[in-house]
């Protein structure tokens, strides 16, 4: 990986948020040749332990199932031509998501896209490797595309990025534009801010007894992303903004967030069945609290 693994972004859940927010530091520097160690005063923040636990796949409603870790959501969405799937995180998880992708009936040659969220080594490290073993073709936000054909994710941050394998982008895609497959629609929503390329993807599925409206929200939180001074995202700020009120507008009965617990996507499935995922207004709710802890981090940053 260029540049090595210098420290972990953290996406936040709100009970976790001011805890990662204030242990963010510089971490070990690793490269192939050699390996440069920080002060002993610093704090070396890992990664949390449940993006790399695995789980086992649950379906989730209509034609759609959960195939990731524990704590790091890739979706998979059959089809009557294959199968679309929704991020494949870090490096260390794809032999997983490649055993669960099987375990729930799809050959992994027959994902036919890869879409990602966004380009951030959390999401978008084992992006390569999927390919590689899928053949998928890789979909992503124009504003991505450049980060995740590099290696290196955009922007600038608090802390120093860590950089992941380079892949190649069959499409770049912008606000309002579908990916069809098998007689199943998914359409892009821009909602930069969290990166310049953050997608959220939109379809219909039958479920709980009913068409439902499923929504895959992009992160929404500032997770380290300087706000003040981003040269090289000098509209970071007015894009945050800006997708916030896009998604307080989308109509979601069901919420499935690249973090599974912003939305207790892995407890709902023993509450009930797909009943336990509609859960209206859970959207709204989100981007409300995110608003209120955008607002903060940049008060913070504008004192600095």
């Not at 790091?72 to 929704?86: D, P, Q, R, S, V």
């Not at 073709?137 to 991505?144: H, L, S, T, W, Y």
């Amino acid at each position: 990986m260029a540049g090595g693994r210098q420290c972990r972004l953290y996406e936040f859940h709100p009970q976790i948020a001011l805890a990662a927010v204030l242990s963010l530091r510089l971490r070990i520097a690793l490269s192939a040749t050699a390996l440069a160690v920080l002060p002993a005063a610093s704090a070396v923040a890992a990664d949390p332990p449940e993006w790399t636990r695995p789980t086992a796949p649950f379906h989730i409603v209509g034609n759609i199932w959960y195939v990731g870790s524990e704590g790091l959501a890739a979706y998979l969405i059959k089809t009557t031509a294959g199968a679309i799937l929704i991020d494949a995180t870090m490096a260390e998880n794809v032999p997983a998501i490649l055993r669960n992708i099987r375990s729930v009936g799809v050959s992994p040659r027959d994902v036919r896209y890869l879409l990602v969220s966004h380009a951030h080594f959390d999401h978008a490290a084992g992006d390569a490797a999927m390919v590689k073993a899928t053949g998928a073709k890789v979909v992503a936000g124009v504003g991505d595309v450049a980060a995740l054909q590099s290696g290196r994710p955009p922007g600038e941050t608090t802390y120093t990025p860590v950089n992941f394998a380079p892949v190649t982008v069959a499409r770049g895609v912008r606000d309002g534009d579908a990916v069809s497959l098998g007689g199943v629609t998914l359409r892009a929503v821009a909602t930069p801010g969290h990166t310049p390329g953050c997608t959220t993807w939109t379809m219909r599925t039958r479920g709980a007894g009913r068409m439902l409206d499923v929504v895959f929200p992009c992160s929404i939180t500032v997770a380290g992303n300087r706000l003040v001074g981003n040269r090289r995202y000098p509209a970071i700020v007015s894009d945050f903004r800006k997708s916030f009120d896009r998604l307080a507008r989308l109509h979601a009965d069901v919420v499935l967030p690249a973090h599974p617990e912003f939305a207790d996507v892995l407890t709902r499935h023993t509450r009930g069945g797909e009943r336990a995922y509609v859960a209206p207004g859970l959207l709204q709710t989100m981007v409300a609290k995110a608003r209120i802890a955008f607002a903060d981090d940049l008060a913070k940053q504008q004192k600095r």
